[in-house]
């Protein structure tokens, strides 16, 4: 998962350079745990009662004095979130300071507090993209998965807003089992809309800093997963696109059997890319609680280095590097960690995914290709 989308050869070659070299080059500055919806699959959220108990939210102050920090050790790209960030008291101070600096900022928010006010403030301070997550078809959906009825109106409005001033928009969202029936009217929205998006429906079995363990209800099962997965790579594909996408997926999906060893982490997590989360933790990736340091009290050069030296002793699961299905895998450090409690094993649910997307992926493609031949 790469949080963060860039633009041009320019940029990706920047990154893949800060990779090798270890530079900071792409930060996730989690601003407040707090959130006005409830969403059954999240990872982060708490209430005010639960965050007070764990610790408190870092000043603007901390903030900015720590972006400065960043920006000299080489962080180009952040990505401002949450909980909701738009609830962060100094959000729009921090943004901004942090926009002077330089940074390119990206923000994920639910769009329900966007009103006009915001959006104002958007189109003068430009971001890269505000990344709004659509949870559903109705607010009966955002009832039933987010707890907060008026969502989706809200959030459709502040889409508009945005688009109206030229802001940058892409709509993510997360199919679970609460909103895989609204599937095909999601896909009428963003298309009458016009925007970029993306859909997810692997989950990971993430629960950070809450209580609460994850609750396997909240996700799709494997196998619908993966067929909600080809339903949608069916549909960005089009009917123009799809058998080719598919042929090239099917030969990526039975490559050769690889080296039977463990490797080391292949994304950027921990290489140039970090999270800090509201308490200040600084950690590898948004869905792991460790490795991680206090980048407050030890500054932030001397936690990265920390980081990487860590998460550089970890090695992934042989059987992951041998399988002849790894091209297509999503799997990655913090799958194998949250699937199975090790980063050396081979995480069950997403070999199922995976191995059923392959399948249903050949199936499409015949059925594309019978109609075809009768037309
Ligand atoms: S470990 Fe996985 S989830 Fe974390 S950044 Fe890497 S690919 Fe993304
Ligand atoms: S909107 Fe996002 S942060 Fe808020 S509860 Fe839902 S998933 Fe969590
Ligand atoms: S998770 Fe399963 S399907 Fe994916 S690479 Fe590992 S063994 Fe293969």
């Known amino acids: 998962m790469d949080p963060i989308e860039y633009q041009g050869n320019i940029e990706r070659f920047l990154c893949e350079k800060a990779t090798i070299n270890h530079t900071p080059i792409n930060a996730i500055l989690e601003l407040t745990p707090l959130c006005n919806m409830n969403c059954d699959m999240c990872f982060v959220r708490l209430g005010p009662e639960e965050m007070r108990q764990k610790g408190r939210l870092r000043t603007t102050e901390e903030w900015i004095s720590l972006g400065k920090e960043m920006c000299d050790a080489g962080t180009l790209f952040v990505l401002l979130t949450g909980g909701e960030p738009l609830l962060y008291p100094g959000f729009r101070e921090t943004y901004t300071a942090l926009k002077k600096m330089g940074m390119i900022l990206t923000v994920n928010t639910n769009g329900t507090l966007i009103n006009e006010e915001w959006a104002d403030f958007f189109a003068k301070h430009t971001p890269r993209r505000i990344n709004i997550t659509l949870y559903g078809k109705d607010n009966r959906t955002y009832q039933k998965l987010c707890h907060y009825p008026e969502g989706f109106q809200k959030t459709i409005k502040a889409i508009r807003l945005l688009r109206e001033r030229d802001v940058d928009v892409k709509i993510n969202g997360s199919i679970t089992p609460e909103n895989i029936e609204d599937l095909d009217d999601l896909f009428s929205i963003v298309e009458r809309m016009g925007v970029v998006w993306k859909f997810d429906t692997y989950m990971y079995p993430a629960s950070r800093e809450r209580e609460a363990?994850?609750?396997?209800?909240?996700?799709?099962?494997?196998?619908?997963?993966?067929?909600?997965?080809?339903?949608?790579?069916?549909?960005?594909?089009?009917?123009?696109?799809?058998?080719?996408?598919?042929?090239?997926?099917?030969?990526?999906?039975?490559?050769?059997?690889?080296?039977?060893?463990?490797?080391?982490?292949?994304?950027?997590?921990?290489?140039?890319?970090?999270?800090?989360?509201?308490?200040?933790?600084?950690?590898?990736?948004?869905?792991l609680s460790s490795p991680e340091e206090a980048v407050f009290n030890i500054g932030f050069i001397a936690a990265w280095k920390r980081i990487v030296e860590k998460f550089g002793t970890i090695r992934l699961s042989p059987k992951c590097n041998a399988c002849t299905m790894r091209e297509v895998c999503q799997t990655c450090a913090a799958c194998a960690k949250l699937e199975t409690g090790s980063y050396g094993d081979m995480p069950g649910y997403m070999c199922q995914y995976t191995e059923q997307t392959l399948k249903l992926m050949k199936e499409a493609l015949a059925g594309k290709q019978t109609i075809e031949n009768n037309e």
């Open 213 to 287: 363990k994850f609750d396997d209800r909240s996700r799709l099962t494997a196998d619908d997963a993966a067929a909600a997965r080809v339903k949608l790579i069916e549909k960005r594909e089009g009917n123009e696109n799809f058998s080719s996408f598919a042929r090239n997926f099917i030969k990526q999906g039975e490559a050769a059997p690889g080296d039977y060893i463990a490797p080391t982490v292949k994304c950027r997590a921990g290489r140039s890319s970090f999270v800090i989360n509201w308490q200040g933790m600084m950690r590898p990736c948004v869905m």
